[in-house]
Structure formats: C-alpha cells, structure tokens
C-alpha cells in the first residue's frame, strides 16, 4: 500500500510544490486521507490578503477630498490576520501533498509585495486583482470584485483574516462567502482536521470555543490568536525574489529581466475588471451602498496630567486625594 | 412597514446585554422617526421573551422558535432574517458587534445588498443633501465608527439602499427598561417554510460557552494593565489592587496577546469599550486602539517608567515608576488610611 501511495506521490514530484519532507512525516498518520487527495492532486486554496496602511502611522494628509483614503501616503504592511490565515493555508499544503495556495489580493500596483511577501513564506502563486475601476470600493463592492476572482481561480478552499486593521470590519470574508454561495466560518484559531472531505474548525469566540464542521467548498477566517505565520524561507526567497506583475516588468528594460519574464512561476498575473467578469456597476463608488459622509480626525484634547513619582510620600497622597473626592473609599 | 430591527442574540434562553442596549438606541431612533421598534427573536424555547424585549422597548417581536435554530449558526438565521426583511422592509437593521453579529450582519448585507456599517459608537437621525445630484435625503441613519486605528471618526450613511444596517460594540449604547412596559406583540415566523438542507452545511460538533464571569465593563474601578506589566505573576499585583478597591482587572491588547490576561478583560477597540469612576493604566503606553475604550473614564491614573508614554495626555495622575514597585505601595497606604 505504501509502494502505491509513493508512486502516486511520484506525479507530484515532478512540480516542486511537492514536500516529499512532509510527505514522509505525515504518512503513518494520514494515508488514508493522503490517498484520497493525492489522486486529487491535493486542495487547492486561495489565501485572501490586504496589504493595509499602517493605521499606527496615519498623517495628516492620508485622507483625500472625498473621504476616501489616500494609501499612498501610508506605510503598507501585510495585514496581520491575513498572515494568520495564510498560515492556516500552509499547515493544510503541509500535510496535503499536492495543495496549492494562491494569495489573491486587491489593490493598487504596489501591492504585489504582499504577494511576494506571501511567497517567500510557502505560497505558490499569488494574482493581483487591479483596475481603476475597483477604487472607492467599500466592502460589499470588494467583496463582489473577490468573487468573481474567486470563481475565476475555482478553489476548494478560501481563508482570510477576520478582519483587516485599517477597517476592522470584518465584513469581507462573509460577505465573499455569501456572493460565492458558500458556507462561512468566522473566528477560526486552527483547522483541527480535513477527512472524508470535511473541514473540522476550532472557532474562538468572546466567551469560549466552538468546533464546527461542514464540507467544502467554503470560505474559513482567521483570527489573531491562531499561531502566527510561519517567517520567510531561504529557498523560497530565492526562488521569487523577482516574482513580478507584467506592469512591474515592463518597466524593467535590462535583458535580465526579459529573461525571468520566460520563467512562467516569477509571473504575478495582474487581472481587471474584465478579466474576472465583473458588472462595472457593482465596482467602485457606485457599487458601494455605503457612503463616507465626513471624517473628523481624532484630536488628543490637550490636558496637564498631574506628575507624580514613586515615592511614599507622592503616592500616599494621592490616595488620600481619591478618598477626600470619593473616587475610592 | 419601514421600521427600526433589532437582532437579538441569544445564549441559553438569555438575551445579549448588546441586544438589549441596541433596543434601548432603537426605541430612541423609531421615536425620533415615528415608526416602530421591531425585534428578532430567533432560537430555541424561547416562550415568554416578548415580556423581557417589551421592557426595553420593542413593540414587535418576530420569532423563530426551532431547535435547529440553537445555538446560533450563520446559514440558518440568515435565512430566516432574509425572509422577514423581504416581507417588512426595514428601514434600519441594528446587530451586536459580536462574535455573532459581525458573522450575520456582513452575510445578510450582502444578500439583501445593503450597506452595513461595522463597530458604531454613535447612531443619529439627520438629512444629506448629494453634492453631484442635489437630492436631499431626509432623516437618514448617521453611523458613526471610528477607523483607521481609531485615528478618524468617520460618519457613513446609505442613501439609496435599504435597510441601512449597523453593528455596535457591547457596552457603547446604555440599556434602559423603559416605564409603564408592555410585552412586545408576538409575530411567529413560519420555520419551516424558509429552513432548507443547504442551511445545515455547517454542524457543531462542540461547545463551551462560559458564563460571563469578568465583568468589567460595569466595574467602577478598573485597574487595567499593559504589555508593560512584563508578565503573568506582576498581573497578580493589579488582581490583588482590584480586589483591595473593588474593582475588576482589565488589560490592553497586547497584554491579552502575550498571555497575561483573559480575551474577556480586553479593553479597547477591538474589545470592551468602558467608562468607570476610576481607571487604573498601568503598563499602558497608550495606543489610541486602547484609549479609544477607556478616554470616558471619570478619572485616569497612569503608571508608567515612561514620563513621556501619550497614556500621560489623557490622565489626570501620571506617575512615573515601576508598576511592580508602585502598586504594593498603593495598597499599603490605601489600607493604613482606610478605615
């Protein structure tokens, strides 16, 4: 049985997606599952990331006339939970030979660095969702233009963050799920196993855990307290350091860079509107039932703090301060 | 037709406190509006819930009473929600910002196309007039949520699409039983009219929902500690201070994050939102994602080894030093001059 599951596995070394490490190790305890899905050819998952403002970090000048945001004015990150989610996507591709993970992102030009930053960790592949057309989304409109990029790629399997730190609305997932007819889960910490073709999912919620299962297709998102993402990797540094979109390419003029563009894995492929389908009205601003009506920035209001050290004496009084004005007593 | 919906969440035949704050909001929104203040009720053995949503202010109460429908599961609801508002067409849809709320409230935006406006701190009636087409829009939903970290408030409304749906945080609004209360009238949704199989796709297989022990959003005293603390065992000091004054412990994010506290003392954005008579920060740099939850405080007390930590811009006693240092202190004088 093992020499059939090995020849099996043999298809799969031919494209180095396979870990024969992995392989090995998981054996004894996932054969029968590995068969299963060797014949597969394993899942194939697409990991949702946003490269995302540092919102620790927002000047004066990010916010544009219209309320919208003017990320280029920010220092853009990988949005933390996303890594999470991508995590949760590698362990999957880790113990499934065969599995691919596909970073699927919107946004402007530059954020293909998450898609690269997404590689150097274990990702295969990543596609940049970008058009003009998609500025000025909220998250309905995001979701819908996810979607159909979703259903362009045909994954078995969607993760992503629960939620991303500029918005913290966590509408994303659940709403891409909704669009794609799929089951959700929200508020996943791990995905405990994957048998008979069933997700089982360890769901952190305010007040306790939840384990849920259900078959796939669906979308899964993950929350902060799942182990963080795995750091980058040598040999997949190495291999993508020159991932690039065509847009990235053609401003390369050096032959190098004409002959990477034949390596077929260092294409980041970059779609629009009319690549995954979409009905321009359902993008952008119009698409976006939702309005920015006004922003106020949040001003600290200006207020002497009474300084106090450690010693008794400073200490001492204050707390006969408290008890004169009833605050403690 | 057109009225004010309020999801109820419920755990073991209990209503949320964030469902009955929403009620207390929706009543103050429907009488602003002159409409009514509609609740939905779905779960399991939930006879009698009209009294207790009527005390808050509900004047209907749709429920959905299956077993199917307890505990709370995404497909099922969503369903159910769906079926009502296509019937009723509310204007305004309010969810808790919770882990139930926040899993609902984008699904069913998203089914009914309707904008959803996530983490509110305030909700007002007011009018928006276009700027490109002139049309004025009278008595719309301002939902207003800080983003951005907390860095801008910015208010949303939804113009054209109905309802305008909102989460809020539990603890933002205040829950009020209103005088002279009558049980809100009963309207049964037909269960199985709208439940499907492809609303099962997702079982649960287990559950351990604790009972909300730490309550720190009704503490008068907070002593609540940061990622400064440095550790589990200097966290006991701030129990020990807490427990002297009376008080609960709360924690900022990163400190729940390095293990030193419970999810469930979370103060901030992305936890409890809270505003006692007196706020104890210690360790607390002050990040405006934390401050953001506890600036209301009456009165804030900062320790921290940094003078310059931005905590100090918002409290009213900083003093610098050592937490590990500064607290035993605090309780050693409290008790000599207490009597």
Redesign the interface.
């Known amino acids: 049985m093992f020499y059939k599951l090995l020849t099996d596995g043999r298809g799969q070394l031919a494209n180095d997606q396979f870990d024969s490490l992995h392989f090995f190790l998981y054996l004894p305890v996932t054969a029968k599952i590995t068969l299963e899905y060797m014949t597969k050819k394993g899942l194939k998952i697409v990991v949702l990331a946003k490269q995302v403002?540092d919102?620790?970090n927002?000047g004066k000048d990010?916010?544009k006339a219209d309320?919208t945001?003017n990320r280029a004015a920010l220092p853009a990150i990988f949005n933390p939970e996303d890594l999470n989610a991508l995590e949760q996507a590698l362990r999957l591709k880790d113990r499934y030979p065969g599995t691919t993970v596909t970073i699927l992102t919107m946004g402007p030009g530059r954020a293909a660095d998450i898609i690269r930053e997404g590689m150097y960790r274990g990702a295969d592949c990543g596609v940049l969702l970008t058009d003009r057309k998609f500025a000025g989304s909220?998250?309905?409109a995001t979701?819908y233009a996810l979607s159909q990029a979703v259903k362009k790629i045909q994954p078995d399997l969607v993760i992503a963050g629960r939620q991303a730190?500029?918005?913290?609305?966590?509408?994303?997932?659940?709403?891409v799920?909704?669009?794609l007819g799929w089951?959700?889960?929200?508020?996943a910490e791990s995905i405990l196993s994957f048998e008979n073709e069933e997700m089982?999912i360890k769901?952190?919620?305010?007040?306790?855990?939840?384990?849920?299962?259900?078959?796939l297709p669906?979308v899964i998102t993950v929350t902060?307290?799942a182990p963080e993402a795995r750091p980058r990797n040598a040999k997949h540094l190495m291999k993508f350091k020159h991932a690039r979109t065509v847009t990235e390419l053609q401003e390369q003029t050096s032959d190098y860079y004409m002959e990477l563009q034949s390596r077929e894995y260092l294409r980041i492929p970059e779609w629009g509107v009319a690549d995954v389908d979409a009905d321009v009205e359902q993008l952008g601003l119009s698409g976006?039932?939702?309005?920015?009506?006004?922003?106020?920035?949040?001003v600290?209001?200006?207020?002497e703090?009474?300084?106090?050290?450690?010693e008794?004496t400073?200490?001492?009084w204050?707390?006969?301060e408290?008890?004169a004005n009833h605050?403690?007593? | 037709m057109n009225n004010i919906f309020v999801y109820c969440e419920i755990e073991n035949g209990k209503v949320a406190d964030v469902s009955l704050e929403l009620l207390t909001k929706g009543r103050n929104l429907a009488d602003q509006l002159g409409c009514q203040l509609e609740a939905l009720a779905i779960g399991h053995n939930l006879k009698g819930i009209e009294a207790e949503l009527g005390q808050y202010g509900a004047d209907v109460v749709h429920v959905a009473d299956d077993a199917r429908l307890a505990p709370y599961r995404t497909l099922p609801h969503t369903t159910l929600i769906k079926a009502v508002f296509e019937v009723e067409k509310p204007q305004i849809a309010l969810f808790g910002a919770s882990s139930v709320g926040r899993d609902l409230g984008p699904r069913v935006s998203s089914l009914l196309h309707s904008g959803l406006t996530a983490d509110c701190t305030s909700l007002e009636i007011g009018s928006h007039t276009e700027n490109k087409t002139g049309k004025v829009y009278d008595k719309l939903l301002y939902q207003i949520r800080p983003a951005f970290g907390g860095n801008i408030i910015a208010t949303i409304i939804n113009p054209d699409h109905r309802p305008q749906m909102a989460t809020v945080r539990e603890g933002v609004m205040k829950k009020e039983v209103i005088a002279n209360a009558k049980p809100a009238q009963v309207k049964t949704i037909d269960v199985n009219k709208f439940l499907t199989d492809a609303d099962e796709a997702i079982r649960i297989i287990e559950r351990e929902i604790e009972e909300r022990k730490i309550d720190i959003k009704g503490a008068p005293i907070i002593v609540a500690g940061g990622y400064g603390v440095g550790s589990k065992e200097n966290f006991a000091l701030l129990h020990e201070l807490a427990q002297v004054l009376g008080g609960e412990v709360g924690a900022s994010r990163a400190a729940v994050d390095a293990g030193f506290a419970e999810h469930a003392r979370q103060i901030g954005q992305t936890g409890v939102t809270v505003r006692p008579k007196l706020y104890i920060a210690c360790g607390i740099s002050g990040q405006i994602q934390h401050t953001a939850g506890m600036e209301q405080s009456a009165m804030i007390i900062s320790i921290n080894n940094d003078p310059a930590a931005p905590i100090n811009q918002i409290a009213d006693y900083a003093i610098t030093g050592d937490v590990s240092e500064i607290i035993p202190k605090l309780i050693k004088y409290y008790k000599k001059n207490s009597k």
């Not at chain 1, 730190?165 to 709403?175: F, L, S, Y």
């Not at chain 1, 600290?300 to 207020?303: D, I, L, M, R, S």
């Not at chain 1, 703090?305 to 450690?310: E, V, Y």
Request: no cysteine; net charge positive; hydrophobic share 40%.
């Open positions: 403002p919102t620790r927002v990010a916010m309320g945001v909220d998250t309905l979701s730190i500029d918005g913290d609305t966590a509408q994303v997932g659940p709403q799920a909704e669009k089951p959700q889960v929200t508020y089982t769901r952190r919620l305010e007040h306790g855990i939840e384990v849920v299962a259900g078959k669906m902060a307290s976006s039932p939702t309005k920015v009506k006004k922003i106020d920035n949040v600290f209001a200006a207020k703090a009474k300084r106090l050290s450690s008794d400073d200490i001492e204050l707390i006969k408290l008890m605050t403690i007593g």
